[in-house]
């Protein structure tokens, strides 16, 4: 996988023509709608940013990004047979939860349909609904990217877009704790993963607070 180079603009061009993202990139353009479709290629545009940002590996972003929402097209029914198909566990909030499983189901799609190997990459695709409480560099940037895209115009976007250029754990807490609030409106259960995701965030808010500034 390939480093942040000083050619930005080369390696943009480099990481958006690689075959295995062209493929990709042709599956979901068929299978999405059209707003789906245009939010994922928002979602790779700003985790790409933020890679560069945070100097974490663009292939890895740019892959994570196309294929998150690759499973969207599913209906309910579609997604507890498809999940059933590979075997997937499904825990209790899983069950009574279709909305969740599109990101399970979608890694396990990236595995079937493109090969992806790269447990990174899988980790960000089935992390980016509920995070979880040990998210790596592009779990955090594909959680954020999701949710403050710019085509995104809910409550809470704009401030997670501005947090996410300063603070990616910041960014996590921010969209972990507007989920939690929109879940106890609704009162949906919610998975214990966002809420080890919103303890850790928050963990890592208070030490990287507490850490002495050096002169």
């Known amino acids: 996988m390939m480093k942040k180079k000083k050619n930005d603009p080369a390696e943009k061009k480099e990481v958006f023509e690689h075959p295995q993202a062209i493929e990709i990139e042709k599956y979901i353009k068929k299978r999405l709608e059209r707003k789906r479709y245009k939010h994922v290629l928002s979602?790779?545009?700003?985790?790409?940013?933020?890679?560069?940002?945070?100097?974490?590996?663009?292939?890895?972003?740019?892959?994570?990004a196309l294929l998150h929402d690759c499973a969207k097209w599913m209906s309910p029914p579609e997604l507890y047979e498809a999940a059933a198909e590979y075997g997937v566990q499904l825990d209790?909030?899983?069950?009574?939860?279709?909305?969740?499983?599109?990101?399970?189901?979608?890694?396990?799609?990236?595995?079937?349909?493109?090969?992806?190997?790269?447990?990174?990459?899988?980790?960000?695709?089935?992390?980016?609904?509920?995070?979880?409480?040990?998210?790596?560099?592009?779990d955090k940037i594909l959680y954020?990217?999701?949710?403050?895209?710019?085509?995104?115009?809910?409550?809470?976007?704009?401030?997670?877009?501005?947090?996410?250029?300063?603070?990616?754990?910041r960014a996590v807490f921010e969209v972990t704790r507007y989920k939690i609030e929109e879940l106890l409106t609704r009162g949906t259960p919610i998975h214990p993963k966002t809420i080890d995701a919103y303890n850790s965030a928050l963990?890592?808010?208070?030490?990287?607070?507490?850490?002495?500034?050096?002169?």
């Open 203 to 215: 963990r890592a808010i208070t030490e990287s607070a507490n850490q002495p500034t050096q002169a």
């Open 43 to 64: 979602v790779r545009e700003m985790a790409l940013d933020l890679a560069k940002r945070y100097d974490a590996d663009w292939q890895r972003g740019n892959l994570a």
């Open 144 to 169: 954020v990217a999701d949710f403050a895209e710019p085509k995104r115009t809910h409550e809470g976007a704009s401030l997670v877009r501005k947090c996410a250029y300063q603070e990616l754990n």
């Open 92 to 138: 209790e909030v899983e069950r009574e939860n279709a909305s969740l499983l599109h990101a399970i189901v979608g890694a396990e799609l990236a595995v079937a349909l493109f090969s992806v190997s790269d447990p990174e990459i899988l980790s960000a695709i089935r992390a980016h609904t509920t995070g979880n409480g040990s998210m790596t560099l592009i």
